[in-house]
């Protein structure tokens, strides 16, 4: 388990060197993200809501939903967000549950993608080898692409970087064909990450090309399931795997401040770790 306490005393000395600035205070802090223009108005569900970084929002949206699964699935990402542990696993069992008795092809795949980020997050050895088994399902048997993805960030995270570097590339060769939708920008961005993980930049460039998402936004994955926080962090790594090392501080500081005002914990810590790791070298 994440101790955010640690973990920020240890990386803030190395994100003051690389960024020039001491972190701020974790906890929600103001932060302006791109709005509609007023004459637009805003979308009409929480997802796209979330995209926009209009969280309470969202939650306000979400408070008139009625159908069990979704109100599950979000109130299970909101705690996958927070990095509130013991609530987001309970979540997902109660998902899991509410799929075996309802037969929900849609509850089952939150539930898939929730655990997924569970154990990526949290899990130990059995529980990713678990995880794991159904990323090689879903990509080597179905050739799922959102599951390629999750496939090549997973064995990163395990250090099983051949077969890491493989799945990588398959899934690479599937972008092209694939539409651009919610998807594609959630196979992009863990292949972006994957390959950081694996420390290959050119594998990082070479998937940060079809990364095409405006600045501030949040990939919100599977119908709101999942937040994996600022588009910005993966646009950092991108940055930094080219040696743009300005582009990519400001990146970084942005998806940093972004975290923070959303209270997402766990990403304040991962973006907090890669800044550091990043620009060191800079």
């Known amino acids: ?37 007023p004459k637009v108005g805003l979308p009409s569900s929480a997802p796209e809501l979330l995209e926009l970084g209009l969280l309470e929002e969202a939650d306000a949206t979400m408070s008139a939903v009625s159908h069990p699964r979704d109100a599950l699935s979000w109130t299970t990402m909101r705690a996958l967000l927070d990095g509130r542990q013991d609530a987001a696993r309970t979540g997902v069992e109660e998902l899991r549950r509410l799929a075996q008795r309802t037969d929900d092809t849609e509850a089952w795949s939150r539930y898939w993608v929730q655990r997924f980020w569970a154990a990526f997050q949290w899990g130990a050895d059995d529980e990713r080898h678990d995880v794991l088994d159904h990323c090689r399902d879903r990509a080597y048997r179905f050739d799922d692409l959102q599951w390629w993805g999750n496939l090549a960030l997973l064995l990163a995270a395990m250090g099983k970087t051949e077969e890491a570097a493989r799945a990588f590339d398959d899934a690479l060769q599937l972008l092209p064909a694939a539409p651009q939708d919610a998807v594609r920008v959630d196979v992009v961005t863990n292949l972006i990450e994957g390959a950081a993980l694996l420390g290959d930049p050119g594998r990082v460039t070479a998937a940060g090309r079809h990364l095409r998402v405006l600045a501030g936004r949040l990939v919100v994955v599977a119908n709101g399931a999942v937040c994996k926080g600022s588009v910005d962090r993966y646009l950092g790594l991108s940055h930094a795997a080219l040696g743009h090392w300005a582009e990519a501080g400001e990146c970084f500081r942005s998806a940093e401040a972004i975290h923070r005002s959303l209270g997402a914990g766990p990403l304040v810590v991962r973006t907090v770790q890669q800044a550091s790791g990043s620009l060191a070298a800079a």
């Open 1 to 37: 388990m994440i101790n955010l306490d640690e973990m920020e005393a240890q990386l803030a000395a190395a994100l003051t060197e690389a960024l020039g600035r001491p972190p701020a205070a974790v906890r929600r802090a103001p932060v302006s993200r791109p709005r509609p223009h």
